[in-house]
């Protein structure tokens, strides 16, 4: 019960009545909540006081409630066990042990008193003080209070996180294997660096309004020499934020007759924040960051060892560990790309089923998405800098010259440079902008560096030791179940899916991919370039127009190639620009 918490006896009673003669289990619980509601008191303390009144104790006591009895002990006193505990619970720090060593400890010390604390009845003092001024090991371990974060519409917050797939891994030739580590051993890592095994890593996305969430798994590999083991990674983040705000369209169906898992799901669009771990392959990566600041958004992070703050996403998890993970059949999952469509499978029947997608699709009509495109992707990865031209035609970035034009109008002038971002490991690639518009390569003058490990390893599966009928009778039916089995049922839900109300997101970038496979998107980029229409470009030789030439050019090249190579559609934006500059000079002159 409430401590120093009174009411009035005649509430106490007339409650006490209405409660006995309730004809139902649900009109007691209504007249306890209204009860509740009007005193402050907690559901279970006035549950305790009608039963308590019941049992025949006094009103009188029961309406005034339990005050705390005032020790009798002086404020001097008081103080100084304050300061003996304060000593006791210091020590802790240095792992000196149980409360009773600390004691001894602190003897030596001439913290405490000689004898007043090492008997058996001083231990029993001590403890209680440590508990009364909140100095024991149960309230130095307990968490601190946590705040309760709500988003206001869907897409207003994203929780992320992940987790490695528990007794499945991914072999070297690319397949899903089961292989269950031995309880308790120490070098798990080496066992599976022997059997050529890598953990696979599931990465979780939950809108904190409409609770819709998605999962994909990853496989990652070893990312440098003196690794031994893939982890949760940026370069995996990347690619599973930008399917997660690119529009969904699915994986393709390993079964026939079956839709692909998410041709309904609706969330897609950049967030106001993204909410992550500090130490995760978020909250460290400046490429992650500015990637999702660039698109308007920002990334918020939370205190490591404090899984309570982004509790939505940890419960999701766990229901997913606990609910469609638990009932994988060990022989059914050959590769990733099935993996995955499970995931995805069960994670669209579950947001069906509970109301997820209806409640997105509810919120978004007053508060539409910000829908972003692969352009808008592929903008927001480019990276921008300012370096001046030195006297030799070099700029320097991170300490390495690479050279960039000899033209002596260049040398002395500060240029944008962009770097489109790379996988870890691959040579990066650098564009400038030059004053005059033209877009150039920059070249390293450094050799290029490769680093691969080559692992080896002999993959020998291991079955496991019958221990007892269960685990007989489990094996002999999990050969039974097909991959089928283990999907949700087909959707059913008569879930009607509207497009969802969006804003275009708008980034530019003058750094052109390495090739085109359209022969539209080459000269979409002729005219970001050149910065030129078509009646401008046309225009510099009305008899021969140069669009029509270029496109002869890129389709042969397209038909020849296969794709059409940025260095060539860069070389003509460049000479387009220098004849449209001569052209203007003229006119300028006349």
Not at 107 to 125: D, I
Not at 313 to 325: C, H, L, T, W
Not at 340 to 345: K, L
Request: hydrophobic share 35%; net charge positive.
């Amino acid at each position: 019960m409430a401590r120093g918490k009174s009411i009035d006896m005649g509430v106490l009673l007339a409650y006490a009545e209405r409660h006995a003669q309730a004809s139902s289990r649900q009109e007691r619980g209504d007249v306890l909540r209204e009860f509740s509601q009007l005193t402050g008191l907690s559901p279970a303390t006035v549950y305790q006081k009608l039963k308590h009144l019941k049992r025949g104790h006094s009103p009188v006591s029961l309406a005034a409630g339990r005050v705390a009895r005032k020790s009798r002990k002086s404020d001097a006193a008081l103080a100084m066990e304050r300061e003996h505990a304060l000593s006791v619970a210091g020590l802790s720090q240095g792992h000196y042990g149980s409360t009773e060593l600390r004691i001894m400890v602190a003897e030596n010390m001439g913290l405490l008193p000689k004898g007043f604390y090492s008997t058996p009845a001083g231990l029993v003092r001590m403890n209680r003080i440590l508990r009364r001024e909140g100095l024991n090991q149960k309230a130095s371990t307990r968490r601190s209070a946590a705040y309760h974060i709500t988003a206001n519409h869907p897409g207003h917050v994203f929780v992320v996180d992940a987790t490695p797939m528990n007794h499945y891994y991914l072999r070297l030739d690319g397949r899903v294997v089961p292989y269950d580590l031995p309880r308790g051993d120490t070098h798990a890592s080496d066992l599976l660096l022997r059997e050529g095994l890598f953990k696979i890593w599931v990465y979780y996305l939950v809108d904190m309004h409409s609770k819709t969430f998605l999962v994909r798994a990853f496989a990652p590999l070893p990312t440098s020499k003196s690794a031994t083991k893939g982890g949760e990674n940026s370069t995996d983040w990347l690619a599973f934020l930008k399917w997660a705000f690119l529009p969904k369209r699915g994986t393709q169906s390993p079964l026939e007759g079956r839709l692909p898992p998410l041709h309904d799901c609706p969330l897609e669009g950049v967030p106001d924040i993204l909410y992550a771990d500090r130490g995760s392959g978020i909250g460290n990566s400046s490429l992650i960051n500015r990637f999702v600041n660039r698109l308007g958004s920002r990334v918020e992070t939370h205190l490591p060892g404090n899984p309570s703050a982004k509790g939505l996403v940890e419960s999701r998890i766990g229901a997913v560990k606990r609910g469609p993970e638990s009932i994988l059949a060990r022989h059914t999952i050959q590769n990733i790309n099935q993996l995955n469509y499970f995931y995805q499978a069960w994670a669209a029947h579950i947001c069906r089923k509970r109301g997820f997608y209806s409640r997105w699709q509810a919120g978004v009509k007053d508060h539409p998405i910000r829908r972003i495109t692969e352009q808008n992707v592929y903008d927001a990865l480019v990276a921008n800098v300012k370096r001046v031209v030195n006297r030799f035609g070099q700029i320097s970035i991170d300490g390495t010259e690479f050279y960039v034009t000899h033209e002596d109008a260049v040398i002395g002038q500060k240029i944008a440079i962009y770097m489109p971002a790379v996988r870890q490991g691959e040579e990066r690639r650098y564009v400038a902008e030059l004053p005059d518009g033209r877009i150039v390569p920059l070249v390293d003058p450094r050799e290029r560096e490769h680093g691969f490990e080559d692992i080896k390893s002999n993959p020998q599966s291991q079955g496991a030791i019958n221990r007892d009928e269960a685990r007989i009778r489990g094996k002999r039916l999990a050969k039974m179940v097909l991959f089928e089995d283990t999907l949700p049922p087909e959707n059913q839900a008569k879930v009607l899916r509207f497009p969802n109300p969006a804003q275009a997101v708008e980034t530019s970038s003058l750094a052109p991919p390495e090739s085109f496979a359209t022969l539209e998107s080459a000269l979409l980029w002729v005219h970001r370039l050149t910065r030129l229409d078509d009646a401008e470009i046309n225009a510099l030789d009305p008899e021969n127009p140069p669009l029509e030439t270029l496109r002869t050019v890129f389709a042969n090249e397209l038909k020849i190639t296969g794709s059409i190579k940025s260095a060539h559609l860069v070389y003509f934006c460049n000479m387009i620009v220098e004849k449209y500059k001569e052209k203007t000079n003229e006119a300028t002159a006349h």
